[in-house]
């Protein structure tokens, strides 16, 4: 099929398109598969998170499936042990990535994962709640390869002009999971086939992917046996020429012999800026989604927690967003030639942090009300679907930085964004005494947009989109870049990388 595929697009246009490579290739391929990746992922990650609901109250699903008297505190250590081990194997995904190739990691981190979820339901009749803490844990170590893995693989397929197109469209099928999930799983546990088989679905859907992924996939365009050498050449050399500020991704085929430069990623500036901006978006981003249907119930008085289509809402809005956003660039791109690639990045990141920072003031003044009720949830999908505008800014920015250790500087920012995942609920919880008093809210809902505020204000002052000289060990090449190019030729370039 791939080699199918790849001939249609040699023989339809390539040689008219010349540098702007074949309109359909065996790298949008890849990234289809990505996007139906990072889907069943993400499905898998949140599975517990709707069949916990069925699990603990039989009464509104199916009753002849067994039920848990599992308490809050509980239910609290089942849904945040995921992210145990999701941290730690963040920055060994990204640097084992670079050596053993992407398409493995994706392989082994999707399907071992697949694997344990088809175990959960085992796990909790047999073994109670504990046994299925352990599991999660380990479903998190599996998982915490997959972004780094992920930015490790767009490195090497996703030309300099596409990068941020691409990266978007795929990391859009993480929305477009938790959606599937979340609209179907009450269904699925209300029928004859009962929450067990939420787990087995998703798990059963991983282990497909695994198996199309390992076949059609490689790690580079180099091992790819059905690309054709001009779709090759373009991708390899891609930013070379149109935008020398991406000089240094010919590197790619040797990079597995470069030392990672740890000092130097953790004394440069330019990802320092980019390592504030991820946990800030992480902070707010999980704030909402964790706080808001709390505030929801106890404030406004309405419970949106257990209503799985409302409940994806902001998701699928944040699907719509991401390809509007795509287009718009695309169309800034057409119409504002001189526009640099400094100015895209922080357009967009912009975007993406300081619309959600004006929806967290605006819910800073809701009170009681049905009619602030359908004003809450305006706010809340506005400030989690803009947030897909980042994808275009900081979320593409490791590539920019280093092209060789991208998936190595995604899993150090990943890590440090994920534990401000974990921190930020424990935040809101010594904020938040009492669950129905506004003010309190008011506190939560101005500190978050202060974070957004200030991670955002630091990527715009200090945030760069040259390739850096840690990125290669080879210095008179840096050397030469630099004085052909001057220190920060994006900043001036004619293109900007969509």
């Known amino acids: 099929m791939v080699l199918g595929c790849a001939d249609c697009c040699s ?31 993400y499905a898998l990650r949140v599975n517990l998170s709707v069949a916990i609901v069925a699990m603990t109250d039989s009464n509104h699903t199916n009753p002849a499936f067994p039920e848990f008297p599992w308490d809050e505190s509980i239910k609290s250590y089942l849904l945040s042990s995921f992210f145990w081990g999701y941290v730690v194997t ?28 088809l175990l959960t339901p085992f796990c909790a009749i047999t073994g109670g709640w504990k046994l299925v803490v352990v599991l999660r844990a380990i479903q998190g170590l599996c998982q915490g390869v997959i972004f780094p893995s992920t930015h490790t693989f767009l490195s090497k397929w996703a030309p300099a002009e596409e990068r941020a197109r691409l990266v978007g469209y795929c990391y859009s099928g993480s929305q477009f999971g938790t959606v599937i999930m979340l609209s179907v799983s009450g269904y699925i546990a209300s029928s004859s086939l009962g929450w067990p088989s939420i787990f087995y679905i998703s798990g059963c859907s991983g282990i497909v992917w695994s198996m199309v992924w390992i076949y059609l996939c490689a790690s580079t365009p180099a091992q790819h046996s059905s690309i054709t050498p001009n779709e090759r050449r373009y991708i390899e050399t891609s930013g070379q020429l149109r935008r020398p500020s ?34 800030a978006n992480n902070w707010g981003f999980w704030t909402l989604l964790t706080q808001i249907p709390t505030f929801m119930k106890n404030v406004l008085g309405m419970d949106i927690k257990h209503n799985g289509p409302l409940s994806a809402l902001p998701y699928f809005a ?181």
Request: proline residues 4%; hydrophobic residues 50%; aromatic residues 12%.
């Open 246 to 279: 991406d000089a240094g991704r010919e590197e790619f085929v040797a990079h597995q012999n470069l030392r990672t430069p740890w000092l130097r990623i953790f004394t440069s500036l330019p990802f320092l800026s980019l390592l504030l901006a991820h946990c």
């Open 90 to 117: 963040q920055v060994p995904g990204g640097y084992l990535s670079a050596i053993i190739g992407a398409k493995y990691m994706l392989f082994f981190g999707v399907l071992i994962c697949s694997c344990l979820a």
């Open 318 to 498: 944040m699907i719509l967003l991401t390809c509007f956003f795509i287009w718009l660039s695309d169309i800034l791109k057409r119409n504002g030639s001189m526009m640099s690639l400094s100015f895209s990045r922080k357009l967009f990141n912009s975007i993406g942090l300081w619309l959600p920072m004006l929806a967290l003031l605006g819910l800073g003044f809701i009170t009681q009300g049905s009619a602030n009720a359908r004003l809450a949830i305006g706010l809340l999908t506005l400030a989690v679907a803009t947030n897909s505008a980042s994808y275009l800014g900081f979320h593409v920015n490791h590539i920019d930085l280093s092209p060789n250790f991208a998936g190595t500087l995604m899993g150090i920012t990943n890590c440090a964004a994920n534990v401000m995942s974990i921190l930020a609920p424990l935040i809101v919880g010594l904020i938040v005494t009492d669950e129905t008093n506004p003010m309190q809210w008011r506190i939560v809902f101005y500190f978050t947009a202060f974070v957004y505020f200030i991670g955002n204000l630091v990527f715009i002052l200090f945030g760069r989109f040259t390739v850096q000289p840690w990125n290669s060990t080879s210095s008179h090449r840096q050397a030469r870049s630099v004085s052909v190019n001057g220190p920060d030729e994006t900043e001036r370039a004619p293109l900007i990388d969509t």
């Open 11 to 41: 023989h339809t246009g390539y040689d008219a398109i010349g540098n702007t490579g074949p309109r359909f290739g065996v790298r949008h391929l890849q990234c289809i598969l990505v996007f139906f990746g990072l889907a069943v992922a």
